[in-house]
């Protein structure tokens, strides 16, 4: 029984700061790369950032370069996404997926999907 069980999301208003968690049973997370995506309302998904299995390398989408940061913890089969500044655009469902590290530069190819965590930015 593969699953991510993803948390961290919910209502904060412009300019703070929510972390999300990614965690992952059935399967060892720290032979994956794992990325978030999201996807906002009437847009389609978008990766918003990546992290490799192999060296811990990082990928981020421009628009949340200098406010996001994502890390793992190998040890708690766990991947974080703190979001920090968060604006009304960052509104959206966010989804953990794993896969390959090759497909972290280009947020594509990912072979396993979390569920999704409602992140709300509103004032």
């Known amino acids: 029984q593969l699953q991510f069980v993803e948390s961290g999301g919910g209502l904060v208003q412009p300019g703070g700061s929510l972390r999300l968690s990614c965690a992952a049973s059935g399967f060892t997370l720290d032979n994956y790369a794992v990325a978030w995506f999201r996807q906002a309302p009437g847009k389609e998904h978008e990766g918003v950032s990546c992290i490799s299995s192999s060296d811990g390398g990082t990928y981020y989408a421009d628009f949340v370069k200098g406010r996001f940061t994502i890390s793992r913890d190998n040890a708690k089969n766990t991947v974080y996404l703190q979001m920090n500044s968060l604006k009304p655009e960052d509104t959206a469902v966010y989804y953990c997926?794993?896969?390959?590290?090759?497909?972290?530069?280009?947020?594509?190819?990912?072979?396993?999907w979390g569920k999704g965590t409602l992140v709300t930015v509103s004032s």
């Open positions: 997926a794993a896969g390959s590290d090759y497909a972290c530069p280009y947020f594509y190819g990912m072979d396993y």
